[in-house]
């Protein structure tokens, strides 16, 4: 499975604009169907360019998907994105592989 991350870095006069459009513009992602669920997690370091940064990781069901989400789907979500926040966001983004996940059981 591959983990899609963006992390966003995002100016704090446009922040609560945001964080309303990135509550509504997750399902939409997930919506197109290459993803089983998302995390959105805000980043506890401090940045010195200032900002409040974030990461949404997306999980893909496969790298397929995640490949024809690049092409099908990937590009209007930018576009848009740009062209609601243009120099007011910087975003980067990652594809992570899981190679195992643990979990404790105290019993």
């Not at 209007?76 to 404790?104: N, P």
Request: hydrophobic residues 40%; charged residues 30%; proline residues 2%.
């Amino acid at each position: 499975m591959i983990i899609y991350n963006e992390t966003v870095n995002i100016d704090e006069s446009i922040h609560q604009e945001w964080l309303t459009w990135i509550k509504e513009h997750i399902p939409r992602v997930l919506a197109t169907g290459k993803f089983e669920k998302a995390t959105f997690t805000k980043v506890l370091v401090e940045e010195d360019m200032g900002g409040i940064t974030y990461s949404i990781q997306y999980r893909s069901y496969s790298r397929e998907a995640l490949d024809i989400f690049y092409r099908d789907d990937a590009p209007k979500f930018r576009d848009e994105a740009l062209k609601k926040f243009a120099d007011k966001m910087l975003t980067f983004r990652t594809e992570l592989q899981i190679i195992d996940e643990c979990t404790v059981n105290f019993t």
